[in-house]
């Protein structure tokens, strides 16, 4: 027989058995949902619309609850109010696993408070819930430092004198300053050359994360890591930024006092050297490194871009914004900083937060989860370890909540008395164990920065509000509003 014909059946075979390994495995008794192909999974029902729009179609032919095969990987759909809250809510303890997400696994590993799992991330929650309230969480201390940090976001926006531009990285540096106070104990100035840069390496990896390369990443990745792509740049910048984490932490341990711990940082140290004769102690130099970059990156991106999204929907509707300095004007005045106390009194405004939040979807499909035990759910046999994603994007736009789900609008969180009213539905955060650590931080300080800039500004923008574009710049795993240029002009 010709070499090239040994060698083409050779292929052939070769081939076969990549398909024969590669083909997902049947274990328990998973949710329907499309047939997948051997190594390529659901490819062919992706779209380039991205995860979400693929995930809307699927469920439309399966329910609320479905399974997708990302490459290889079978993966749970939780779609829609109920499912979710059944899932996270009333069985919390079994969805509590952290699955993976392909594009910063390298970096985080299992380890650090957001990604790991088991008895780590009970420990390492449990202490940064602790540190996080002693630092300023729960105390009137967060509020004092938000309150600074906006009167010099506002003598900042004054210094402009109403000439357009763009807000981004003064949101970014307003929200890391809170949390770089708690984690590092002290803020930066907003031209801080350092802290520019790792607010940039923030945006950026944020951007490429919620990119559509990252989610075709994220079907193949087990093949794709070995090439070049976005991948590779954003473990570049989640290292650049550990590096300096790790710089301050070595400062940190230099200076240390015992009697007078500082911040976070200086906190987990004294916990390292109390629990080192302890076998099973999960306070080591990595699980330090990788919680404070999750901390530092979450406590950052999500308020920041919350808040650039919402004063784009200030400029395109600015009825809204002018009915919020109506009850500013009503409720504080012009001679003082707004207060937490003053949320009671503003209905309006809270709803236009919360409808903010509900409108920008900046998680959509929520941060991944697993079962943490073979797990019965709605009649199905998840085995332990399936993943499962939480589509937090179909809660926020349930049509059984949200009369116009497409559409902005305040009077979703409004009832008939102009009262504010609570929606089940509303997840920003997530919900369960799982829930966002830093929820009380980030719901004080889009009240507290939001109110504070329209107290002292009325907005302008270079573009007619109907010609304003509020569809995402980036949407995967996060969404990323269009960049844009605003006007704070001077009350």
């Known amino acids: 027989m010709e070499p090239s014909v040994l060698l083409l059946l050779a292929l052939l075979v070769g081939f076969v058995l990549l398909l024969v390994r590669g083909y997902?495995?049947?274990?328990?008794?998973?949710?329907?949902?499309?047939?997948?192909?051997?190594?390529?999974?659901?490819?062919?029902?992706?779209?380039?619309?991205?995860?979400l729009n693929s995930f809307k179609r699927i469920r439309e032919k399966y329910g609320a609850v479905f399974t997708v095969h990302l490459g290889t990987r079978p993966v749970v759909m939780l779609y829609g109010t109920e499912a979710i809250r059944e899932a996270l809510v009333d069985q919390a303890e079994a969805f509590s696993g952290r699955g993976t997400i392909a594009d910063v696994e390298p970096i985080f590993r299992d380890y650090g408070v957001i990604f790991s799992n088991g008895e780590r991330w009970k420990v390492l929650r449990r202490f940064s819930l602790a540190?996080?309230?002693?630092?300023?969480?729960?105390?009137?201390?967060?509020?004092?430092?938000?309150?600074?940090?906006?009167?010099?976001?506002?003598?900042?926006?004054?210094?402009?004198?109403?000439?357009?531009l763009d807000p981004t990285f003064?949101?970014?540096?307003?929200?890391?300053?809170?949390?770089?106070?708690?984690?590092?104990?002290e803020r930066f100035d907003y031209k801080d050359r350092q802290f520019l840069r790792l607010l940039y390496l923030f945006y950026q990896s944020f951007s490429l994360i919620s990119?559509?390369?990252?989610?075709?990443?994220?079907?193949?990745?087990?093949?794709?890591?070995?090439?070049?792509?976005?991948?590779?740049?954003?473990?570049?910048?989640?290292?650049e930024i550990l590096d300096y984490i790790g710089q301050s932490v070595e400062k940190h341990r230099a200076t240390l006092d015992?009697?007078?711990?500082?911040?976070?940082?200086?906190?987990?140290?004294?916990?390292m050297e109390k629990e080192k004769s302890n076998q099973h102690m999960e306070f080591d130099h990595q699980?330090?490194?990788?919680?404070?970059?999750?901390?530092?990156?979450?406590?950052?991106?999500?308020?920041?871009?919350?808040?650039?999204?919402?004063?784009?929907?200030?400029?395109?509707?600015?009825?809204?914004?002018e009915k919020v300095q109506k009850e500013i004007d009503q409720v504080i005045g012009s001679h003082r900083l707004p207060t937490l106390e003053d949320r009671t009194k503003m209905p309006y405004?809270?709803?236009?937060i919360y409808e903010i939040q509900r409108f920008s979807d900046l998680v959509p499909i929520g941060v991944p989860h697993k079962v943490t035990k073979d797990t019965l759910f709605r009649g199905y046999l998840l085995p332990k370890n399936t993943e499962v994603y939480p589509i937090l994007s179909s809660a926020l736009?349930?049509?059984?909540?949200?009369?116009?789900?497409?559409?902005?609008?305040?009077?979703?969180?409004?009832?008939?008395?102009?009262?504010?009213?609570?929606?089940e539905a509303f997840m920003p955060f997530s919900l369960g164990k799982r829930i966002c650590l830093g929820e009380g931080i980030a719901r004080n300080e889009l009240f507290l920065f939001f109110t504070a800039i329209l107290q002292n500004f009325s907005l302008s923008s270079p573009m007619a509000a109907k010609d304003i574009d509020l569809s995402p710049k980036e949407s995967g795993f996060g969404k990323v509003p269009q960049t844009y240029q605003i006007c704070f002009l001077a009350r």
Do not use: W
Not at 260 to 267: L, Q, S, V, W, Y
């Open 131 to 164: 540190t996080m309230r002693d630092f300023g969480m729960g105390k009137r201390s967060v509020e004092e430092r938000i309150q600074e940090e906006a009167r010099c976001l506002v003598e900042e926006f004054r210094k402009s004198q109403g000439a357009p």
């Open 170 to 185: 003064l949101f970014q540096c307003i929200t890391a300053n809170i949390i770089c106070s708690i984690v590092f104990g």
């Open 24 to 51: 997902p495995k049947a274990r328990g008794h998973l949710p329907p949902g499309p047939r997948p192909l051997p190594l390529l999974g659901n490819l062919l029902q992706m779209d380039r619309g991205g995860f």
């Open 349 to 352: 405004t809270d709803a236009v």
């Open 211 to 239: 990119s559509f390369s990252s989610q075709v990443f994220e079907l193949f990745s087990g093949f794709l890591k070995y090439f070049p792509g976005t991948h590779r740049q954003i473990s570049r910048n989640l290292q």
């Open 287 to 321: 699980n330090l490194l990788i919680s404070v970059l999750s901390l530092f990156f979450a406590g950052t991106e999500t308020s920041s871009t919350t808040l650039r999204y919402g004063f784009l929907l200030m400029l395109k509707y600015p009825h809204v914004a």
């Open 397 to 423: 736009h349930d049509p059984q909540y949200f009369e116009q789900p497409d559409t902005f609008n305040p009077d979703h969180f409004l009832d008939a008395n102009g009262a504010l009213k609570k929606s």
């Open 258 to 271: 015992p009697s007078n711990p500082r911040d976070f940082i200086d906190t987990y140290l004294l916990r």
